[in-house]
């Protein structure tokens, strides 16, 4: 019996990365989401009750620097908000709100390179950091499991949530590997 898959998918979590299993989902039922005020990539206030209101949120926690998943889970939050969106007037359309939980290296100005090389539309996609506090805080408050290990490098739990125009949570994703025909419908439930 080999252990190798095992050892390789605990080196992946370790580094931020996701093991090979699915992400689950859970439905919202009827959760307000807890609110928050950070800053986005250009440096303007973002309160999610006040800017995220009246546009369904897929609400996803990452950090720039990430080796492993994080860009796979902002690529299948894109994607579903993207068929989501499709017919809709844009201030309906699906938002992609990537709250970055390592604000020591995810300052605005690299938030704003980040969208730049991964030609991120502005439309779409919203990248969010702030202080320390108010940033831990928010992670507090929805519940994300993020350390660091012994070399300083970010273990985290993955997290994506629906949001409606109103602000209940229609459902949380919990780990990469989200079946975007589900996430999908579930942004598409948000949006009526």
Not at 71 to 84: K, N
Not at 87 to 92: F, H, I
Request: net charge positive; aromatic share 8%.
């Amino acid at each position: 019996m080999s252990f190798r898959p095992l050892v390789l998918a605990s080196a992946l979590f370790l580094a931020g990365g996701a093991a090979a299993q699915p992400a689950t989902r859970k439905d919202g039922r009827g959760e307000k989401a807890p609110d928050f005020t950070l800053v986005t990539e250009d440096g303007k206030v973002f309160t999610l009750g006040q800017d995220g209101r009246g546009r369904p949120i897929l609400l996803t926690f990452i950090f720039t620097s990430c080796p492993g998943a994080c860009p796979l889970v902002v690529d299948e939050c894109l994607e579903a908000a993207r068929a989501a969106g499709r017919g809709r007037p844009a201030r309906n359309r699906p938002l992609v709100v990537a709250l970055s939980f390592d604000p020591d290296v995810d300052t605005p100005k690299r938030l704003r390179e980040h969208m730049a090389e991964n030609k991120f539309k502005r439309s779409e996609i919203v990248f969010l950091t702030g202080g320390k506090d108010a940033v831990d805080r928010a992670v507090h408050d929805w519940e994300v499991n993020v350390g660091r290990d012994e070399k300083g490098d970010i273990f985290h739990g993955f997290q994506t949530a629906v949001i409606d125009r109103g602000g209940t949570i229609v459902a949380r994703y919990y780990g990469a590997g989200i079946d975007v025909k589900q996430l999908t419908a579930d942004v598409q439930a948000a949006g009526r």
